[in-house]
């Protein structure tokens, strides 16, 4: 069946750039056209916390006495859009660039914030290996500080519990945790309301997925604030339902592949009419389907 796009105008943006696979610095003029309209807004969330949005990766901002830090910083070519909104909320001048992975709609600013505006960049090991991998990113956006199970950061009065998550999204997936106000930074380890998009390429899976969101919604309560990698923020609930849609469309797709139906026959057959809202223009139902095949 086909689906209908259903997600918010700041991912909309997000998809008239180009796929989450897409790692250069976008310093073309058409590349920095396509950013042109693009506008970058804060949210305030609780505590220390605000949620910047634009196109690509929702970027979590802590600010305050300390001044700023911020988790994932999108494309390239809105560094200064985001440095702007940054600088209405304290300083433009970031302490920390944490990247929940390496995907360019989450690391694209890197090399700003780095250079420019003298910020430190963390992320886990693999997502440097990666990064350094490709010859389109340039030195200064590579992360220098890096861990392998996590770090904890203390900064504007709050905790923040940086964690890896060994499969998921891709091999170097991150969320943080911010402790006192009760909000959480999943990266792409969630995509409000729509069909996730899983890197196989890069150490992704479909188990692996459900296995990391299944230990995120053992961390968190009622009254946690989440905010998605894609998506309007959220809350445990809804994170559940999330959880739920991939496990039965999994074991949908697996019991069809058991079966031995091909996967044009399971494209052909489609996916039951309730999940007809979570597909968007990256991650078309078929090609959902397409990922649970993979993995089944």
Excluded: C
């Excluded at 804060?42 to 949620?51: D, L, Q, R």
């Excluded at 305050?64 to 560094?79: N, S």
């Excluded at 433009?92 to 690391?107: F, L, Q």
């Amino acid at each position: 069946m086909k689906t209908a796009p259903r997600f918010s105008t700041h991912i909309m943006a997000a998809l008239i750039a180009v796929s989450p696979l897409a790692y250069s610095t976008f310093n073309t003029a058409s590349a920095q056209d396509r950013f042109a309209d693009v506008e970058v807004k804060a949210t305030a969330i609780k505590g220390s916390v605000h949620m910047l949005t634009g196109a690509g990766g929702n970027i979590g901002v802590s600010a305050g006495e300390d001044g700023v830090l911020i988790i994932d910083d999108q494309f390239a070519p809105l560094a200064e859009k985001i440095a702007a909104q940054l600088g209405e909320l304290g300083s433009d001048k970031p302490k920390y660039v944490i990247n929940t992975h390496y995907h360019g709609d989450h690391t694209g600013s890197n090399a700003f914030f780095h250079s420019h505006k003298g910020a430190t960049i963390l992320a886990h090991e693999n997502v440097r290996v990666r990064l350094a991998n490709d010859e389109k990113v340039k030195p200064e956006a590579l992360p220098t500080i890096t861990y392998e199970d996590g770090i904890k950061i203390y900064f504007n009065g709050e905790t923040l519990h940086v964690m890896h998550l060994a499969v998921g999204h891709t091999d170097g997936d991150s969320v943080v945790w911010f402790e006192q106000p009760n909000v959480m930074h999943t990266g792409d380890l969630f995509f409000n309301g729509r069909f996730p998009y899983i890197d196989q390429g890069a150490g992704g899976n479909v188990e692996g997925y459900m296995d990391s969101v299944k230990q995120l919604l053992a961390k968190i309560d009622d009254e946690t604030v989440i905010i998605p990698g894609h998506g309007d923020t959220s809350n445990k609930q809804e994170y559940s339902a999330f959880l739920a849609m991939i496990s039965e469309t999994f074991n949908y797709v697996k019991a069809l592949k058991q079966d031995g139906k091909t996967l044009d026959e399971v494209k052909a057959m489609g996916l039951d009419e309730k999940w007809a809202d979570w597909g968007w223009n990256f991650i078309s139902e078929e090609k959902w389907i397409t990922t649970l095949y993979t993995d089944a």
